[in-house]
């Protein structure tokens, strides 16, 4: 048996390391604070680089959709704390820099969060999406990914109408799991984020074209069973293009998924289930 964390000890020592984690980026926030995007502009940069929507309310297996309209409320009172920013060369987006804590003195509702690779209920639940689709534009842009958490050991519910491939999401707790992502391009990018009645939508704008587009593709996608369970396994690529062109410029690694699943084997798809070697 591996010897447990300090933070997994019990609840007072839990909470020791939560407010360890909040500190340090904190003091790392005011130690670096002139190299974070916070500065906002209403007018939009002329180049669309990515645009994406996610649905909000989702069917999640049986999970509660109270805690969906929840993640609606949370949702829209997020979104106008990013949209606009402008990121310039060699600043650094911060999601939870910006963001804030969401708390319920701020209007933020119970909604669906995930700890400890389990599924739960927390303030402020919902901004995983958030993140997701932010993540997800700007694997298709020049920016650098410098922090990026993920809970992909499990996967958790089926797929409903999925748009992106299992695997590329993110993870995130107020503030010591952030997001962020750095401008080491010669131009100036801009986030747009809104809510409307449905979706989150997202811009990733510039203020000048960029050569190339970028493709996220999903490789060795399938399922097989293990001695405890069903596994979920894919690889995920981003390809870099030339536009003029149409070759391919790069092929870059991702991330390589092995996730329990944790619903019903009837929820598999039969297509991309293998059976277990040996």
């Excluded at 969060?113 to 694997?139: A, D, P, R, Y």
């Excluded at 809970?151 to 992106?164: L, T, W």
């Excluded at 390589?256 to 297509?271: A, G, R, T």
């Amino acid at each position: 048996m591996s010897r447990k964390l300090f933070c997994e000890l019990n609840p007072i020592t839990y909470k020791i390391s939560v407010f360890k984690g909040v500190f340090v980026r904190k003091l790392k926030w005011f130690i670096n604070r002139k190299k974070y995007a916070r500065t906002y502009n209403k007018d939009k940069l002329p180049v669309i680089v990515y645009e994406h929507k996610s649905l909000i309310r989702r069917k999640l297996g049986n999970v509660n959709m109270e805690l969906q309209e929840n993640k609606a409320i949370n949702l829209s009172l997020a979104a106008p704390k990013v949209n606009s920013i402008i990121i310039k060369p060699q600043q650094i987006f911060s999601f939870w820099r910006l963001v804030g804590n969401c708390t319920e003195k701020k209007g933020f509702k119970t909604g669906l969060v995930i700890k400890s690779n389990e599924v739960g209920q927390g303030i402020g639940g919902g901004m995983c999406q958030f993140t997701n689709l932010i993540h997800w534009m700007v694997l298709h842009s020049p920016l650098t990914i410098v922090e990026h958490h993920h809970h992909n050991d499990i996967d958790m519910f089926p797929d409903y109408g999925r748009q992106v491939p299992f695997g590329t999401g993110t993870s995130i707790m107020y503030n010591y799991l952030d997001y962020q992502f750095v401008n080491n391009t010669n131009q100036t990018f801009q986030l747009i984020t809104y809510t409307t009645d449905k979706y989150l939508c997202g811009e990733l704008r510039s203020n000048k074209e960029i050569n190339t587009k970028y493709h996220i593709v999903e490789e060795n996608n399938y399922f097989v069973e293990e001695n405890d369970g069903f596994y979920r396994n894919n690889e995920i690529y981003q390809k870099e293009i030339d536009k003029k062109t149409g070759n391919q410029i790069s092929k870059k690694f991702l991330i390589k998924n092995h996730s329990k699943v944790l619903y019903d084997k009837q929820f598999i798809p039969i297509e991309k289930l293998k059976v277990r070697q040996g």
